[in-house]
């Protein structure tokens, strides 16, 4: 199975930062992941789609980019709001498989 | 609008059972495969596999086969996931998370989440 593997496991930057998490997949899997954001005691919420397409409603500071086995998510200027885990999934195939995580504080 | 309601939280002992409860509205129930999605205390997702929807076919990731059942009530557009022989190591939270798409794809809707806490 294809492995999901995000860095940092965690990161503390300022507000107006901007911040670059990563997601590596074992094997290639084109453009078929997504980004996945969870507040403290929330509940997870598609952030980013195909690597790169940003869910309706998503603030426009999300982005995303990559393909094949590296892919980034990018918050381009870090707000309050966004302190949360930040979860890559692969869905080519299945499984399935989630990143385990990469936890984002204010510094 | 779209919505997936989950059962409420569970206290069961070791070696018990346990049926979660997955409620759709506001989509055609049949048209997009339901996944479940387990988050142990303190740790990340783990996705445990689906159900098409259309056809009731499961799948289920590695570490999800035996113990673990997904289904469905399609006349009561609810999904279902049963764990039997439940041990400490099987608290967490359970969602189901609906494909954005038909089977297999990123999940756009999830549900509020069960908790689940096995403890004697």
């Known amino acids: 199975d294809i492995q999901m593997t995000q860095s940092p496991s965690s990161l503390s930057a300022s507000v107006g930062d901007r911040v670059t998490l990563t997601c590596r997949a074992s094997?290639?899997?084109?453009?078929?992941l997504a980004w996945y954001q969870q507040k403290p005691g929330k509940v997870p919420k598609l952030l980013i789609y195909?690597?790169?397409t940003l869910q309706s409603g998503v603030p426009s500071r999300f982005s995303g980019s990559g393909s094949g086995t590296d892919f980034t998510l990018t918050i381009s200027s870090l707000q309050p709001e966004d302190v949360a885990t930040y979860y890559c999934?692969?869905?080519?195939?299945?499984?399935?498989?989630f990143g385990g995580g990469t936890k984002v504080e204010i510094k | 609008q779209v919505q997936l309601v989950q059962s409420g939280s569970e206290l069961k002992k070791p070696g018990a059972s346990v049926k979660i409860s997955c409620k759709a509205s506001g989509y055609t129930f049949t048209s997009n495969a339901m996944n479940w999605v387990r988050q142990a205390p303190g740790q990340g997702l783990e996705w445990m596999g689906w159900i098409n929807t259309d056809t009731g076919n499961p799948t289920y990731a590695q570490g999800f086969t035996g113990r673990f059942v997904f289904s469905l009530d399609t006349s009561v557009s609810t999904a279902y996931l049963q764990i039997s022989s439940l041990k400490a190591e099987d608290t967490a939270v359970y969602y189901c998370?609906?494909?954005?798409?038909?089977?297999?794809?990123?999940?756009?809707?999830w549900g509020q989440g069960t908790l689940v806490t096995v403890s004697s």
């Open positions: 094997q290639g899997i084109s453009n078929y």
């Open positions: 195909a690597a790169s």
């Open positions: 998370a609906r494909d954005s798409r038909g089977t297999g794809w990123y999940h756009g809707y």
């Open positions: 999934q692969k869905y080519n195939s299945a499984p399935l498989t």
